[in-house]
């Protein structure tokens, strides 16, 4: 793989960091359109861009199909912990007649600056529930209730459930050359050359079998994240054109349900910040996003190319390259 830094971070006149990142964008017949050098063979953890095909197992499931759609979409999530999301879970928790004790997510702080709050002045610790993955969870356990799959070993990667979700990755990104590793939450997370990751998000854009979980995550993108994360915000700003999912450490998603086309970036130091930003400059290259999109986008701090201080100053700057390649 070869190394091209393609942001600059300047403070004033002076370049004080440069970041590397690899990008591919597939065709809908899962040829590499374009890419970054030497990127395609290049492995990448999905982390949380996985858990639109973590869901598909469920999908299948005749007795899944009366699910709405927003249950869909939190199931596909990496919530904030708001209360609408969190209700959410709840329902699906409900379907597979299990309480929060069966997440065996673990518990993390809430991201939702409301729930944040209301646990602190309540004096209460959070739970696995207000995991940004305890949509993925409940989903898995929903799903083991409709298979009659045993759902205290959920997570082992011999599991049925597990099995069944590698072999969705599988086929549907064109490889079986995955290696399997354990994700923050405890699940199986899936690596693989970043063109297969571009190969299952033009997959998810396009293929009927895909239908319900991507009209899902486009009706209600703010269940999939949070008003201000760039997945969510893709979502809205694309009018649903686009389907979009973050992973942690710098990676994200994107299929283009108008052409089928699929796209995967990841930073190579993990910046998701940083990753925002080039997320941006790529869809507005390739015009998946057109001028007023794109300048609404650049128009908000935290995708500004303009770097600012705690004061609100400007002190400088983000300059960003797409070495487009096809080798």
């Not at 006149?13 to 050098?37: L, W, Y």
């Not at 925002?276 to 007023?292: H, Q, Y």
Request: some cysteine.
């Amino acid at each position: 793989m070869k190394n091209v830094p393609l942001v600059h971070a300047f403070r004033g006149s002076v370049c004080e960091n440069v970041h590397f990142a690899s990008t591919v964008v597939c065709s809908k017949t899962g040829d590499i359109r374009q890419m970054f050098p030497g990127s395609g063979e290049y492995r990448v953890f999905l982390r949380s861009a996985a858990k639109p095909f973590q869901a598909f197992p469920l999908y299948q499931n005749l007795d899944a199909k009366n699910i709405p759609l927003e249950e869909w979409a939190v199931i596909c999530a990496s919530h904030a912990a708001s209360q609408q999301q969190l209700t959410l879970v709840q329902k699906v928790l409900d379907r597979a007649g299990v309480g929060p004790e069966a997440l065996q997510c673990g518990p993390h702080a809430p991201a939702d600056e409301a729930m944040a709050k209301m646990l602190l002045c309540s004096d209460m610790k959070p739970t696995a529930i207000h995991n940004n993955c305890s949509g993925k969870h409940a989903g898995m356990l929903l799903a083991c209730r409709l298979y009659g799959w045993p759902m205290e070993t959920y997570l082992e990667p011999s599991h049925p459930l597990q099995q069944q979700i590698l072999k969705t990755i599988e086929a549907y990104s064109g490889t079986s050359d995955i290696e399997i590793g354990v994700d923050g939450c405890g699940a199986p997370v899936f690596a693989l050359p970043l063109k297969n990751i571009a190969r299952l998000f033009s997959h998810l854009a396009y293929l009927p079998e895909f239908s319900t979980l991507r009209e899902a995550m486009t009706t209600y993108p703010e269940i999939v994240g949070d008003p201000e994360r760039i997945d969510t915000q893709l979502m809205k700003i694309s009018n649903g054109n686009l389907i979009a999912k973050v992973g942690a450490e710098g990676c994200l998603g994107v299929g283009n349900l108008q052409t089928g086309e699929g796209l995967a970036v990841k930073m190579h130091d993990g910046n998701n910040e940083i990753r925002d930003r080039m997320m941006i400059a790529i869809l507005e290259d390739l015009k998946w996003l057109d001028s007023e999109q794109t300048q609404f986008l650049w128009a908000q701090p935290r995708f500004s190319k303009e770097r600012s201080n705690t004061q609100g100053r400007s002190v400088g700057h983000f300059e960003m390259t797409l070495p487009w390649s096809l080798s």
